[in-house]
């Protein structure tokens, strides 16, 4: 079975994440697969809106700390985590998160980066880099939530429910329980409804007007440096850590 199932509802493509027996945990081949069928829907001419979910009654339950790499490993899964979470949130086109269940970690943040989040009441989303030590969370929350509700957030790395993700702002609607796929296709189908280049135009604005893209790729490149350094944050105190920590070996082009 694929890791990322793929399915055309007219103008809108769905993906969703395959791995219910690990409640969608993100896996190296996993994200490979995810990162390439946001490709390939970008490509699709004929795809307006991108819908994103997961399988078995859960969304994510973020990175799969439960799988055996070295190092090389390592960064190589957190090189695919900063791409797939760059694809989605600079994405051309719309995005939406249909989210049941847990939504933690990685999955949280491919949630946050798509635009718009849909959730039922069984949804649970927790951003724990503060607790794992990793500096991930705050590029996508600050944008949606506030600064200071994305800093409580994320330093402290609760967990909230649905409902106070929708008062936060987090999520845009609240779907009857099991219905969110069935409401991000409602949301997801009056986008696509609406003037293509009115909406691709929209979408450059609001990039350019909230600054995502730049946040992200500031804290992707912490997240390349501090994968290379092994944990190591001294890499994130050096004048580049592109070029101090040496994570441009992942790509010589660089």
């Not at 996508?140 to 800093?151: D, Q, S, T």
């Not at 992707?220 to 001294?234: I, P, Q, R, S």
């Amino acid at each position: 079975m694929a890791l990322v199932a793929v399915e055309d509802r007219h103008a809108v493509r769905v993906l969703t994440l395959e791995r219910p027996e690990a409640r969608n945990a993100m896996s190296t081949a996993l994200l490979g697969a995810l990162l390439d069928a946001v490709a390939d829907a970008v490509a699709a001419e004929h795809v307006r809106v991108l819908v994103v979910g997961g399988a078995g009654g859960h969304f994510s339950a973020g990175v799969d700390l439960r799988e055996e790499l070295g190092h090389a490993g390592h960064v190589r899964r957190m090189d695919l985590f900063c791409q797939v979470c760059e694809a989605v949130g600079t994405c051309p086109k719309p995005t939406l998160a249909a989210v049941e269940g847990h939504c933690v970690g990685g999955g949280a943040e491919v949630a946050a980066a798509c635009d718009v989040r849909v959730a039922d009441p069984s949804a649970s989303f927790r951003f724990p880099g503060a607790a794992l030590g990793v500096p991930v969370g705050a590029a996508k929350l600050v944008g949606l939530v506030g600064l200071g509700a994305a800093k409580e957030l994320v330093l402290t790395a609760r967990t909230v429910d649905a409902g106070e993700a929708l008062r936060l702002g987090f999520l845009q609607r609240l779907a009857p329980a099991g219905g969110a796929l069935d409401v991000a296709l409602e949301v997801a189908g009056a986008i696509a409804g609406n003037d293509p280049d009115a909406v691709t135009h929209l979408k450059r604005l609001f990039a350019r007007f909230s600054g995502t893209g730049d946040r992200i790729a500031v804290e992707n490149d912490a997240l390349h440096a501090l994968a290379e350094a092994g944990g190591d944050y001294t890499a994130l105190t050096m004048p580049d850590p592109k070029r101090t920590a040496g994570w441009s070996a992942l790509d010589p082009g660089r």
